[in-house]
């Protein structure tokens, strides 16, 4: 049962490219994690840029930063 959280930096998101990032999703975790689509759940959560240290990059990013899949290019 997948669940897929992404923070992004606080932008108008129009419902077909939500729509798109939810489809890509759905099918890759499918695919790669053999699961199906009706288990696969994703938040999407804007943050201001203002906001991004203190309530992603330090509570989320920087505790797991060698466990990640995939490092950030930036440190603060």
């Known amino acids: ?12 998101l129009p419902a077909a490219a939500r729509e798109r ?3 890509s999703l759905v099918q890759l975790l499918q695919q790669e994690l053999s699961c199906r689509a009706g288990a696969v759940s994703i938040d999407l959560q804007p943050v ?3 906001q991004w240290q203190q309530q992603v990059y330090q509570p989320l990013i920087e505790p797991r930063i060698t466990a990640l899949l995939r490092q950030p290019d930036y440190r603060y």
């Open 1 to 12: 049962m997948p669940h897929v959280v992404i923070h992004y930096f606080d932008t108008a």
């Open 21 to 23: 990032i939810q489809q």
């Open 48 to 50: 201001t840029p203002a």
